[in-house]
């Protein structure tokens, strides 16, 4: 490609792209639209997101990005075009409504914008529960819930729901979590009141207490209705919470970043009615329960995934509701997928040891 040597030659050849790439969208999208129509021939009527295939067009994405070798993009930002592109493709094949706990500007609102891209009816629900509730009825296609902080660690009520649901997990998200102190006042000095996320507030603690120890911290069911409320008092009232959140309820950002570990990220996982097929690079997810007074019986459990050479990625408890003795659910997370040969045979062999055994899902490890 010969390199422009003067403004009007660089534009010409940014015009000459943009013909081209619209083009090849415009293309893209005629065909979606006959996969629609091959699929409604086939008797395939549901939705037609499909995790697996998603996945896999993310990352050649990126490998493409990477072998070509003087991209000045990033493999995050390549995937996020991609991304793009296939949520319109996708819009018009089967538009998808995803539940999510709102209201607007909370970060499950973000992440599904991050999995799903801009071309789908994001639903705000008022409680994680509402989350499972949409899916199972119908009311929604897909799902996202947080289930696990870097700070802030796992979020129960998701645990609490999986253990229950016939929903099973089809995909996960991570999102870097930044949070912003947003209030209408413009002096830091005057916040007495701080509304924010129980998580949100463990997340920030240290600054938190160094530069508002004084104020009143009132915990709310998402940062979206933090940003609300501080919006609606007004005066001496701030809330922790997104960018996003801030720009939707007209608030000034008194400090940004105010997170206590600037890696903090946040897991959120895609549930729904779909069980996504093998990619070469997935997680299983499952939860189980021990034979009470046994010794060595959580051994017993994990012990075949480490003869089978099973990564486990994850491993959380979470105490049994309305147990009078101390019962756990043990929620596992390991790589591979449920149909390899060597998973479904370690995974016999884990339920016949347990008292309680369920799998939550198999599906695509997060992209990006």
């Not at 509402?130 to 929604?140: L, M, P, S, Y």
């Not at 916040?191 to 996320?197: D, F, L, P, T």
């Not at 093998?278 to 997810?285: E, F, L, M, N, R």
Request: charge should be negative; glycine fraction near 6%; charged fraction near 25%.
């Amino acid at each position: 490609m010969k390199v422009p040597q003067t403004l009007a030659e660089a534009r010409a050849e940014i015009d000459a792209l943009d013909e081209q790439i619209q083009s090849l969208i415009s293309q893209r999208a005629r065909i979606a639209l006959e996969v629609a129509h091959i699929k409604q021939r086939s008797g395939d009527t549901g939705n037609h997101y499909r995790p697996s295939r998603e996945a896999e067009v993310l990352r050649r994405a990126m490998e493409r990005n990477r072998t070509a070798g003087d991209s000045p993009l990033s493999d995050e930002t390549i995937a996020r075009l991609m991304r793009e592109i296939m949520s319109v493709c996708l819009s018009l094949e089967s538009p998808l409504t995803i539940a999510y706990l709102g209201p607007e500007g909370t970060y499950t609102q973000a992440a599904v914008q991050k999995h799903f891209g801009d071309s789908v009816t994001a639903r705000a629900t008022r409680a994680i529960d509402e989350i499972f509730r949409d899916v199972e009825t119908g009311a929604a296609d897909y799902g996202v819930v947080p289930v696990a902080n870097s700070i802030g660690g796992v979020v129960s009520n998701t645990l609490d729901e999986l253990v229950h649901t016939k929903l099973r997990i089809c995909g996960e998200v991570t999102l870097g979590i930044h949070h912003q102190l947003l209030s209408a006042e413009t002096d830091p000095a005057a916040i007495r009141k701080v509304y924010s996320h129980p998580q949100s507030f463990a997340q920030c603690r240290k600054w938190l207490d160094a530069h508002l120890g004084k104020a009143q911290r009132e915990e709310v069911a998402s940062n979206g209705e933090a940003a609300r409320r501080a919006a609606a008092e007004g005066k001496g009232v701030a809330a922790v919470a997104s960018l996003q959140a801030g720009r939707l309820n007209g608030l000034n950002i008194l400090a940004s970043n105010i997170e206590d570990d600037p890696s903090n990220t946040t897991r959120f996982l895609i549930i729904g009615k779909h069980e996504p097929a093998a990619t070469g690079d997935d997680i299983t997810s499952i939860v189980m329960t021990a034979h009470r007074n046994q010794p060595g019986a959580l051994f017993k459990l994990l012990q075949p995934f480490a003869d089978a050479g099973l990564d486990l990625t994850r491993l959380e408890s979470r105490q049994v509701k309305g147990s009078v003795l101390p019962d756990y659910y043990f929620f596992v997370d390991f790589a591979g997928h449920e149909t390899d040969a060597k998973v479904r045979e370690v995974l016999e062999t884990v339920r016949s040891s347990a008292a309680f055994f369920k799998i939550l899902g198999s599906y695509p490890r997060a992209v990006m």
